[in-house]
Every structure is written in structure tokens, then in C-alpha cells.
């Protein structure tokens, strides 16, 4: 039988009513894999390439032949903008066999979630700390609602892998699991995985199964791809400003933005006229101010506003009027946005996307892109790099475009490797290990230390903690009051514990400020970090308020919308560059071949840098010279490596070398003061490195390095070592240094 015939007859019907001539090779893949195995499933294939189909379409198959007497498939989605989008596709085509889906979030109506909890059944949609929540609340539940668990599908699963959310998600599957008494088979899907094998391991851990992974041949897809250079002010790279003929798609001149226009946001607003596009940004601050930026531009044009703003900050009502407003093709505007909307939201037919400065990974990168391109069209984006002109009297690495460079980087690296970033799976995620201790005793009340350790240390996650370190968390937590001993020798949560977990930050394992809710009369805008006193204005929601009053007990903003424009900010907003782009970097700065998808500005900034680069050897040497007794170190290595070096450097050969004003430009270079020469520089450097180091060694004295959520209730020991251990890359440390031994010490 083909697989076409083994679908259900409404899903050949779903099928002709689409008009689909045939089932494409991922389709069939997938359910091949579903009918006809019992192992985990992971998808990987191109945006809007039908991966969402190809689990369901066999999932409900099998439903519509024997109905689950529960929840029978529960999805996972990292969004709760994908959720709400995937539940309109998933409703239409489950209705006619009677399978109904329900969605479970934050904005979900109360009563919606009732009626799941008096029938459970069908498919459930929900995020991780959705799932965290049910777990924690309807502990007693769970056996009844997911009883009969046969899938669990995983979407955007590569979102999922780079950090403590990821472990917290199969955590709570296993969990779930156990209480359900279930074994349920999961399906990963997504578009851009560096490691397959990696992540079909990851996708299986604790299961007994192993997991397929398709290899679907991707066909040969054209990118239209254009990278443009802007100084801030006006006098560009290549002389003048871009006129229009350096357009990669020519097309008729419309009018200009306003002038003395920032050049870079003026090229936004002149090609997004008359089409649909997102304009991806890097932060939110950044989203803010170009949204006012933007729209003041309308403004001073006379014409209407045709930007709309999304971001993780906003209210549920901002996030789903961009949404919907995105899925009318018939209005042609452009939404300005951060990682919100990278993920497969569908929003209908857009025209191109819009990246200011470079994304951090070339994963982020592939799925930016890939909003565009979706039904017949070509994916298109135009990278818009910006940097202020540099100084004539600027040190040497200050002269650098870092962003173009590492624009170009990200593009070469998948264009000539289809290279994606590896997950990360070898961390040691002790914070996550608090919070799933918390969350279990939590959910389950009085436990024994002994049957405590046995239910978190077998989530499969914390196969690197050991029991020693396990012991030492608990005796940290009773001395904290985070847990608490009974009467009969039992542990349950201790008093400031129970602050921690009731309170609805605590479902998220992802590092967050302190946030105040912002309104203007029955207006919910959003939430900001650090509200400014009465008086002053915030930017919010693409517009500027100012501030009535603050009611800090309640964390409230009330305020009103006023003219003008001032900076955004909601937090510190980290980037992680993986070794493999900086090298690629280095690359583009030494090589001299030219890139199609290079604009005019951008060609000459390049030229420019690869002149200069090539008269200092700054693409060559790792180190140098910029003067009496300045240095500058450029280690091309990833965030992680490059805050090892950072730290090698000042601990173990600091003094040896008389280090001092040391400044560090991460994860790009290092300036500082010496009174070594280079000679002497790197023989310290391959004396210290042949001695043995403990990544302890490369803690500061008196640091408390708090990096993850929940890092701050752990003990310092655990705290330190998890830094040390789990987010300095020691191994890349060595491996740099014995690179640069063998090139520069005789």
C-alpha cells in the first residue's frame, strides 16, 4: 500500500483539497518511519517545507483508527506565537475526523483549559513552561490526561538545544512520562540542525528507543541576498550615498526618505514601501527605537503608518494584532522584530526580510531568511549592516567592521559547508538542577532525601552530576530554608522556597529582569526592566510615553503616549558566536575574492578593512603591536573559548607578563598593556599552558560567576565549577594555545 492510500480518507481529502499533485519525500519519509516503526523521529528539512504535515498526517491516522482514551499526542512548541498559529492549521484538519486540539499558554482562556481537563483527548499544544506549570498544578492529573500519551512532537527542536530550556523540556517529558505511566514516541522537527546524530541522541535519551533520522535530498533553492554597509552618517564607504541602481532587484524609484534621514534606516524605509516584509533586529532596545524610527519617518513623508512592532516584551494583544495584521496579504506592511517571529510562524505571503548588523548563529540566520520565500517565491533578505565612521585616530581593531565580516561569514559558511551550530549537550546545568528539584517536591510533596535524588538524578539530562554533587545542593538548600526537613526525616519546601515557586517567573528556566507591566488606560503595552521615575518617558510598543505613575509593590507602569523618540531598554541581551564563525571571519578578512551578494558600500568597507588588515597583518598574526606598550590580541574563537583565553591570560600569566588596562571587545579582541615584547608573550603563554590546569583555576578570586537562571540559590562551589566546567570551552582553550606555540615559539 502507498502511503497516500494508508492515510485516512480525510487526510486524502485535506490533501486534494490543497492540490497537492504529490506527497513530497519528507512526507513520506515520516510516515513510513510512524506506520511502520516503533522508534523517535527527527525531521529535518527547509522552512515551509511541510514538516508539521508529515508528523501529523500519519499521527491522526492512527488516532482516527483507535481514538486514544486521553491526550494522545502532546506538542511542544518554543513560542507562544507558533502555538497559536500551528493550533488554526492543526483545528481545520482534525474537525472533520472528530480529533479535537487544544492549546494551553498564558493568553489560553481559563475556560478552554477546563473543558481539557473534564476531556482530555486529541492533541495538546503547549510550551515548556506551560508544561511546567500543569506539572507543578494538576500533579494529580496527569495519569488521567495523558494516560493513553502516544507522540510527542517537538517543533523548532534545534531553538531548544543551546541552553538550560532544552534540558528543561526533556525533563519534564520524562517526568510526565513516569506520572502517566507512558513511554511516548517523539518527533523532532526543524529546519536548520547542525547535528543530526547528536540530536536524534538527545531526542531519544531515557527512552530505550532510538530515533530516525530521514535524509531527505533538499532540491537546489536560489537566495536572493544582498549585504549593505551604512556609516551612521551620511558620507559612505564608496563615496556617496547607495542610490538605487545598487539595488540587487532593480525597481522603480520611490520617493526618498525624509532628509538628514539615517542612511541605514532610510534604505529600510524606501525598499519595505509597497511590500510585506519583517525587519529582524538583534534586541529589543534595537526593535524600539527603529520601530519610532521608522514610523516618525511616515510621518514626516505624510504618509500612513505601515510598521508594526513584535517582541517578547510586548502584551499578548501587540504580539497577535502584528500577527494577524502580517497574515493579510491585501495590506502591505512590515513588521519590526527580534527572534519572535523567527520561528515557523506562517504570515503569509512576504516579500523579503530585513537584518540589521548579523544574527548570531547561521541558524538564526537560515530561519530569518526562510519566513520569505513560502509559496513560490524565492526566500529574500537584505542584511543592513551599520557602524558609526571610525575615528582617524582610532586603535586598529576599533577600524574593523566586525558585523560585515561575521555577515559574510554566516552566509559562506552555509553556502560552502551547509554548516549549522552543533547543539550543546555537555554542559553541567546545576541551575536547572534546582529548579527541577524544586518543581518535584513541589508537585509531589514530602520525599525522602534518598527517593528525591532517585526521581531528578535519573532524568536523563544530569547524567554529568554526580551524587556527591547532588548531596551538596541539598545541604545548601536546608541551610538556605529552600527545603526543609520533617518531623519523619522527609524533605518538602522550605519557606523561602516557597516564595521561589509560587510565584509564575518560576516556570521558566530562561534568565529574566525584574519586569513591570506597562498600561495606558485599559491598554496593556507590554513590560520593561528599570521603569523610569514619573515624569520621564519610556519607549515601548514603537511609541513614547510618558510616565504617570509608578506602583512599585505591584510592578505597574501607568503612563501616556506623547511625540518623540528616546532609547529603549529591557536588559542585558548576550550573544554566543561559535569558533568555527570567527575563523570563517579571519578568512574574509585574508582572502580576496569577492561575494555576488555584496552591495557598493559594503564592497569598499571591505576593501578597505582587507587593506588595512593586510598592513598590520591583522588577518596573519594574533597579536599586535599598536604602540609603545599597547597590544591587541585577536584570538578568532568563539564567545565561550574567548572568555577562557580572556581569563588565562590575567591569571595564570598576568603577572609574568605585567598585563594592565585590559579591554576586551567579546568575543572579537583583547586590548591591553605590556612590558613583554611578542617573543616573550607567547613562550609565557606555552610555559603556563604545558603546566596542569584545573578550570577552577580560571575562577577570579572572590568571583561568584552567575550565569543561568537560578544560579544565585546554588552554593558557590557548585556555581563556580559549573562555570568552570560547563560554559568556559577548556578544550578549545588548548588547543588554541598549542596552535599558537607551534607558530610562534621556537
Not at 503547549?126 to 498544578?137: D, F, V
Not at 526533556?170 to 547535528?195: K, M, W
Not at 562555570?723 to 607551534?742: N, P, R, Y
Request: hydrophobic share 40%; aromatic share 10%.
Amino acid at each position: 500500500m502507498g502511503i497516500f492510500e494508508r492515510y485516512a480518507p480525510f487526510v486524502q481529502e485535506y490533501i486534494y483539497r490543497n492540490g497537492w499533485e504529490s506527497l513530497r519525500a519528507i512526507q513520506v519519509a515520516a510516515a513510513n518511519a510512524i506506520f511502520y516503526s516503533d522508534e523517535h523521529l527527527l525531521l529535518t528539512a527547509s522552512t515551509a517545507s511541510g514538516k508539521t504535515e508529515a508528523a501529523f498526517f500519519p499521527i491522526i491516522t492512527l488516532f482516527s483508527e483507535d481514538m486514544p482514551s486521553s491526550v494522545g499526542c502532546l506538542y511542544i512548541g518554543p513560542l507562544k506565537a507558533l502555538i497559536n498559529d500551528q493550533f488554526m492549521r492543526l483545528d481545520d484538519l482534525c474537525a472533520e475526523a472528530g480529533i479535537p486540539v487544544w492549546h494551553w499558554h498564558g493568553d489560553v482562556a481559563q475556560g478552554h483549559k477546563e473543558k481539557l481537563m473534564k476531556h482530555p483527548s486529541g492533541i495538546l499544544q503547549i510550551t515548556p513552561e506551560s508544561l511546567e506549570a500543569m506539572l507543578l498544578h494538576k500533579h494529580a492529573a496527569i495519569p488521567k490526561l495523558f494516560g493513553d500519551l502516544r507522540f510527542v512532537v517537538i517543533d523548532e527542536v534545534h531553538s531548544l538545544l543551546r541552553g538550560d530550556r532544552g534540558g528543561q523540556t526533556l525533563c519534564l517529558i520524562e517526568r510526565l512520562s513516569r506520572l502517566a505511566g507512558v513511554n511516548p514516541r517523539r518527533i523532532g522537527l526543524s529546519a536548520t540542525i547542525g547535528d543530526p546524530e547528536g540530536t536524534g541522541k538527545f531526542l531519544a535519551l531515557g527512552t530505550g528507543r532510538g530515533t530516525v533520522i530521514p535524509r531527505i535530498e533538499a532540491k537546489g533553492a536560489k537566495w536572493r541576498l544582498s549585504i549593505e554597509h551604512f556609516y551612521v552618517k551620511d558620507v559612505q564607504a564608496a563615496g556617496e550615498r547607495t542610490d538605487i541602481e545598487a539595488l540587487p532587484v532593480l525597481e522603480e524609484k520611490t520617493d526618498e526618505a525624509p532628509a538628514n534621514a539615517d542612511p541605514g534606516i532610510g534604505y529600510i524605509f524606501e525598499h519595505t514601501r509597497g511590500k510585506k516584509c519583517l525587519i529582524f533586529v538583534n534586541s529589543r532596545e534595537e526593535c524600539e527605537t527603529l520601530t519610532t524610527t521608522l514610523r516618525q519617518y511616515c510621518e514626516r513623508a505624510h504618509e500612513p503608518d505601515r510598521f508594526l512592532i513584535h517582541h517578547g516584551n510586548l502584551s499578548a494583544s501587540y504580539r497577535e494584532t502584528a500577527e494577524e495584521a502580517m497574515k493579510d496579504d491585501s495590506q502591505f506592511l512590515s513588521t519590526v522584530t527580534t527572534a519572535t517571529l523567527e520561528l515557523g510562524i506562517d504570515i503569509g505571503r512576504l516579500e523579503r526580510a530585513f537584518q540589521i548588523d548579523a544574527p548570531w548563529t547561521v541558524s538564526s540566520f537560515l530561519q530569518r531568511m526562510g519566513r520569505t520565500g513560502r509559496r513560490e517565491l524565492p526566500p529574500e533578505m537584505w542584511f543592513v549592516m551599520r557602524e558609526d565612521e571610525p575615528e582617524a585616530r582610532a586603535m586598529l581593531p576599533a577600524t574593523i567592521p566586525w558585523k560585515l565580516l561575521q555577515g559574510i561569514a554566516l552566509v559562506q559558511l552555509y553556502l560552502e559547508e551547509r554548516w549549522v551550530e552543533p547543539p550543546r549537550l555537555e554542559r553541567l546545568p546545576y541551575s536547572l538542577l534546582y529548579h527541577q528539584t524544586m518543581s518535584t517536591l513541589a508537585s509531589c510533596g514530602e520525599l525522602s532525601p534518598r527517593a528525591l535524588a532517585d526521581r531528578v538524578l535519573r532524568l536523563s539530562y544530569f547524567h554529568r552530576v554526580s551524587q556527591e554533587d547532588y548531596r551538596i545542593l541539598l545541604r545548601h538548600l536546608l541551610k538556605t530554608d529552600h527545603i526543609q526537613h520533617t518531623e519523619q526525616g522527609g524533605l518538602i519546601v522550605g519557606l523561602r522556597g516557597e516564595r521561589v515557586v509560587s510565584s509564575y517567573k518560576f516556570y521558566g528556566v530562561f534568565q529574566e529582569n525584574e519586569e513591570y507591566t506597562v498600561r495606558s488606560e485599559s491598554q496593556e503595552l507590554g513590560t520593561v526592566v528599570l521603569p523610569p521615575p514619573v515624569g520621564e518617558k519610556l519607549a515601548i510598543a514603537g511609541h513614547v510615553w510618558v510616565v504617570l505613575e509608578v506602583d512599585h509593590k505591584r510592578h505597574l507602569v501607568y503612563c501616556e503616549q506623547v511625540g518623540g523618540s528616546i532609547p529603549a531598554y529591557f536588559g542585558q541581551c548576550p550573544g554566543d558566536l561559535h569558533t568555527k564563525i570567527l575563523k570563517r571571519m579571519r578568512q574574509v578578512l585574508q582572502e580576496q575574492r569577492t561575494y555576488p551578494y555584496l552591495m557598493r558600500n559594503a564592497v569598499a568597507r571591505l576593501e578597505n578593512a582587507r587593506l588595512t588588515a593586510s598592513r598590520s597583518q591583522a588577518g596573519k598574526k594574533p597579536l599586535l603591536h599598536l604602540g609603545g606598550n599597547m597590544w591587541c590580541l585577536l584570538p578568532w574563537v568563539g564567545t565561550y573559548t574567548f572568555l577562557a583565553i580572556e581569563r588565562f591570560l590575567k591569571i595564570r600569566c598576568g603577572e609574568r607578563l605585567g598585563l594592565k588596562n585590559f579591554d576586551s571587545a567579546r568575543p572579537y579582541y583583547m586590548q591591553f598593556t605590556m612590558k613583554a615584547d611578542e617573543r616573550t608573550f607567547f613562550r609565557v603563554l606555552s610555559e603556563e599552558a604545558k603546566k596542569p590546569l584545573d578550570p577552577m583555576e580560571l575562577i577570579y578570586p572572590k568571583e561568584l560567576p552567575l550565569f543561568d537562571k537560578y544560579d544565585e540559590f546554588l552554593p558557590e562551589e557548585l556555581v563556580k565549577k559549573g562555570f568552570a566546567c560547563g560554559v568556559l570551552d577548556i578544550s578549545e582553550l588548548q588547543k588554541t594555545l598549542c596552535g599558537w606555540e607551534k607558530l610562534y615559539v621556537q
